[in-house]
């Protein structure tokens, strides 16, 4: 029993390593200090050090820390957590205080039926064309509806600047179901923006994720 034992214990490991390989899609992408084994576990530009997703030094990444990134001292703190694909992510119900110059994370959505936005727009029920400059707010700022319709002005840290509509909220408390497409909460500080405000502010949106200043327009 023992030589058996020896002898399936390789196979088994060689298994295991196999189906990694095989199936990469399976292992879910890792938010801010989620854990990860490389680069590719990570969310984003976001790079894998000592076991956690962080910032990328190599490309100069501000979303985990340092501006735009969810602070201790900001009087928002989670109210709960969420499991998704295998990753727990806090859930808010507030975000880090406005001003003329609001830190946040410019993320992309695609506002569409069908697209990665899930369900229809949260202000009018309606879906909107990537040609349109609109954006979601994360839960504390869209503030149940309060900032509906209202413009918005959002600059990138080179002093670029477009105006945007806010017509839907991105969702900081629930996810990872139909209507929200499948996706994890949204952290509190996003302004979730069509590829037309990507576009105006001249970014890529394989970017995915960059550091912004937002107020009201």
């Known amino acids: 029993m023992a030589t058996a034992a020896s002898f399936l214990n390789p196979l088994l490991a060689l298994l295991s390593l196999l ?27 976001l790079t894998c050090t000592n076991g956690r997703c962080t910032d990328d ?17 900001d009087g928002c703190n989670p109210t709960g957590s969420m499991m998704c694909n295998g990753v727990n992510y806090p859930t808010y119900t507030c975000s880090p205080p406005m001003s003329s110059s609001t830190d946040a994370i410019l993320t992309v959505n695609n506002f569409s039926r069908g697209g990665d ?7 009018d029920g309606s879906y909107h064309d990537n040609t349109e400059q609109v954006v979601a707010l994360s839960t504390g700022w869209f503030d149940h509806r309060r900032l509906c319709f209202q413009m918005i002005r959002i600059t990138t840290d080179d002093g670029k600047s477009t105006t945007a509509k806010v017509v839907d909220e991105c969702d900081s408390r629930n996810g990872c179901d139909p209507e929200h497409a499948g996706q994890q909460p949204c952290r509190n500080n996003i302004v979730d923006g069509s590829a037309a405000v990507w576009n105006a502010l001249g970014l890529n949106t394989d970017d995915g ?3 912004v200043t937002w107020s009201m327009a």
């Open 19 to 45: 189906l990694i390989c095989l199936f990469p899609s399976t292992l879910a992408s890792s938010p801010c200090n989620g854990p990860c084994n490389s680069y590719d576990d990570c969310e984003g530009k």
């Open 57 to 73: 030094p190599d490309i100069g990444t501000h979303i985990c820390t340092g501006a735009g990134s969810p602070s201790k001292d």
């Open 209 to 211: 994720e960059v550091h």
């Open 117 to 123: 936005g899930g369900g229809p727009s949260e202000c």
